[in-house]
């Protein structure tokens, strides 16, 4: 019998074969330690291969650390950060991206499936332009978003035409970045740097890796004392290479985007068969690897006294159900099974 899959979070997957390879790999003997090794720096080079450009690469433990101290770096205390109101940054990170900018203030806005508009951004940034307001400074955006949605590379690329406008930076929460370039279909670069992305928080431990997110910044004027906020924080790890040798399995032969793909293909199959459950509806389209859907109270309940395991507090409401790069087809086919027969 293999065990039960759940979906209330990508997070609940384990190490992929390959990034799991890659760790045993390079335990092998004495390295140097603190990211001056050679899997740190091959990981780092292939970064740069990938987004085919020269930026400046960190290894950081979690996302909070990855988007907290890339903004904290973006800004000084009396600066804000533009978000989506649903963003993780003001959500889920219990004010790590004020606390490390010692005070920056986050700047809630509204918009559709999870998305910021340049119309959204300029509300917020034209309301004051005295010195009482906290000066907009960076606009935030989560590829893919908190409800599971895909920024199209038009719609960054004006968003950050409207920042730069204004004098204001871009920074991407890529906690899902694998799976928005699985979607899309397009280069890396060109829903970053190419669309004027200053900085991406680039989301391993959800790809597969064991832990661990790279901050890429591609504009490196940006990174000065970065590796000093990384050690204060917490975030330098001393034997470096666990933290970056992982990459190079999931690197090697697009493995990541193999694994983004299948995951974004189980939350096809899952929103495929929740539209044919009667009295489920999908709140939000399905373009990544989440599926968010409105369903009966008694069905939740009756979901969670079989077992299943999903997230009803996260984005607008609903309940949330992930797919990951393990997730199997007769996993999405049994929470289906058991959706039909008590919504029946
Ligand atoms: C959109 C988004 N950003 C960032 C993160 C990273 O958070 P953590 O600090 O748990 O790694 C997550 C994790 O759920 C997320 O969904």
Redesign the pocket.
């Known amino acids: 019998m293999r065990a039960m899959q759940h979906f209330a ?1 990508d ?1 609940y997957a384990g190490i992929c074969p390959e990034a799991a390879a890659a760790f045993a790999a390079a335990n092998a003997g004495h390295a140097p330690a603190y990211g001056e090794d050679d899997w740190t720096r091959r990981v780092s080079d292939r970064l740069r291969a990938l987004f085919d450009t020269d930026c400046d690469v960190y290894f950081v433990f ?6 907290s101290l890339a903004l904290a770096a973006l800004c000084q205390s009396y600066h804000s950060v533009v978000c989506h109101e649903l ?3 003001e959500t ?2 219990c004010g790590g991206p004020e606390f490390f900018s010692n005070g920056s203030k986050l700047l809630p806005a509204r918009g559709g499936n999870g998305k910021l508009t340049p119309a959204a951004v300029l509300e917020l940034i034209s309301r004051r332009s005295d010195v009482h307001y906290p000066k907009p400074r960076v606009v935030t955006l ?1 590829q893919s ?2 409800v599971g949605t895909v920024y199209q590379p038009y719609e960054v690329a004006a968003i950050s035409a409207c920042a730069r406008e204004h004098g204001l930076r871009v920074h991407m ?1 890529g ?2 970045f694998a799976n928005a370039v699985a979607a899309l279909g397009v280069a890396p670069a060109d829903i970053t740097w190419r669309a004027g992305v200053d900085v991406l ?1 680039f ?1 391993g ?2 790809m597969g890796l064991p832990v661990g ?1 790279a901050v890429v910044f591609f504009d490196r004027t940006l990174s000065e004392d970065f590796a000093y906020r990384c050690k204060q924080a917490g975030q330098l790890a001393s034997k470096m290479r666990f933290l970056s040798a992982p990459w190079l399995g999931i690197l090697e032969g697009e493995v990541w985007l193999k694994h983004a793909r299948h995951a974004n293909a189980m939350a096809q199959r899952l929103a495929a068969g929740v539209q044919q459950v009667p009295g489920a509806k999908l709140l939000f389209p399905v373009e990544a690897n989440g599926v968010f859907c409105e369903l009966p109270e008694h069905v939740l309940t009756g979901l969670r006294e079989r077992g299943w395991r999903f997230y009803t507090f996260i984005g607008a409401g609903g309940a949330r159900f992930m797919c990951g790069w393990d997730t199997l087809p007769d996993s999405v086919d049994a929470l289906l099974a058991d959706l039909r027969a008590l919504s029946a």
């Open positions: 979070s997070n979690n996302g909070t650390a990855a988007n963003a993780h940054v889920d990170e989560t978003t908190e929460d906690a899902r928080c989301g431990t959800k997110e």
